[in-house]
């Protein structure tokens, strides 16, 4: 019994390192493909929680203030006053509560990773992403 148990544990812990293996995977395509340029991407965090799985992707540098940052990465901030910032959602009820505001979301919904670009809000920033990345932008009606 004791062994099953422990046999589990292993098992639950390796899926959720490897589910953190694919989003910082996935947070690295993404911050690469916004900022080609750069050879570091400035973050800013409302959710300091976050700060290490951001902090271990390479050329991701997350920052204290948000005026030093990139691109802002919010997961649980309602009110975002941040005209002059890239926004980018990180769950799924900040995404929808932002659409209007935001270039898009990562969030994971039944156990899967969801990755969804807003068309106007890239075309507003004067973003245009690689072919890659081109199947998750989606129109939205606000």
Do not use: C
């Not at 046999?7 to 395509?29: D, G, N, P, V």
């Not at 990465?73 to 799924?92: E, H, P, Q, R």
């Amino acid at each position: 019994m004791i062994r099953s148990l422990f046999l589990l544990f292993i098992f639950i812990s390796s899926l959720s390192a490897s589910s953190l293996q694919t989003e910082r995977k996935i947070y690295q395509t993404i911050l690469n493909a916004l900022f080609p340029q750069k050879k570091t991407v400035y973050i800013w965090l409302d959710d300091k929680s976050r700060k290490s799985m951001f902090e271990n992707i390479y050329g991701i540098k997350v920052v204290e203030y948000q005026i030093d940052a990139d691109i802002l990465i919010i997961k649980k901030t309602y009110n975002i006053n941040a005209s002059n910032k890239i926004v980018f959602a990180d769950g799924y009820l900040v995404y929808k509560q932002h659409k209007h505001n935001i270039i898009g979301g990562f969030y994971w919904q039944k156990g899967r990773p969801n990755l969804v670009f807003i068309k106007d809000n890239l075309r507003k920033e004067g973003i245009k992403l690689p072919k890659g990345l081109q199947e998750y932008i989606e129109e939205d009606e606000f």
